[in-house]
């Protein structure tokens, strides 16, 4: 296999630190977070405003990677699934992808609606929602 | 800055072999083109099915990563806007997020609509589309 070195360009903050705890999805009750963006990366940011809806790409650090199949929503009344038809943390390159809205900005800190990461995930990217929701 | 190694987990099969000729998003007349994935994939492949309607993350690997500004669709017109707001190849993380349908499978072969990855373009993951499209 071919591999490739992600950047962390940012890290979440958010009052959700424990996993079991946190929501699987933004829109099943996650807080507002901050995204915190490395200073290099302004230039990149520059034209975020308040309202946008955006993709927040992150990388699930806490998620296993060797994990091929699960029970969703870590149900065990549920049929084991190959994790490509899951939302799973656990899989071979644990991306998590976010639709959040943006509420406020401060310099390098993004705050957005509805994120279901923990403190400290680092941040991928970030790309606008084109219509259609794509 | 903290990095990640990811892994390919396959590569797309297309007949878009130039980055100036591929459409910028699969809704703007991509082709059909194959997702071939590692043998050591096919547990988590499993329970995909045709009809599906799936997240592609791909690496864009013939994209630029010290870009943080570009003219939005490569059009001399548009102002120079950060890449955070722009759906530009060149980024620090070139992650290609596709939204496509699964139309056939054969094997460790998917058959996909609508991509306009280049072909020989590494892949990342495959995530189901939630409702509202998210």
């Keep these: 296999m071919t591999s490739y070195e992600l950047r962390t360009i940012g890290r979440v903050e958010s009052t959700l630190v424990e996993r079991e705890?946190?929501?699987k999805q933004g829109f099943e009750g996650a807080p507002d977070a901050w995204l915190v963006f490395a200073a290099e990366l302004a230039d990149a940011?520059?034209?975020l405003a308040v309202g946008d809806e955006i993709w927040v790409l992150t990388?699930?650090?806490r998620a296993q990677r060797d994990v091929l199949s699960v029970r969703p929503r870590d149900d065990p009344r549920n049929p084991e699934t190959g994790v490509f038809s899951?939302?799973?943390?656990d899989r071979p390159n644990p991306i998590g992808?976010?639709?959040v809205r943006v509420v406020g900005l401060?310099?390098?800190r993004v705050r957005v609606s509805d994120l279901e990461a923990l403190?400290?995930?680092p941040i991928l990217d970030i790309k606008p929602v084109l219509a259609g929701g794509r």
């Design 59 to 61: 990388w699930l650090d």
């Design 21 to 23: 705890r946190a929501p």
């Design 45 to 47: 940011l520059r034209d």
């Design 119 to 121: 403190d400290g995930t």
């Design 86 to 89: 899951t939302r799973s943390q």
């Design 106 to 108: 401060d310099g390098l």
């Design 97 to 99: 992808l976010h639709r």
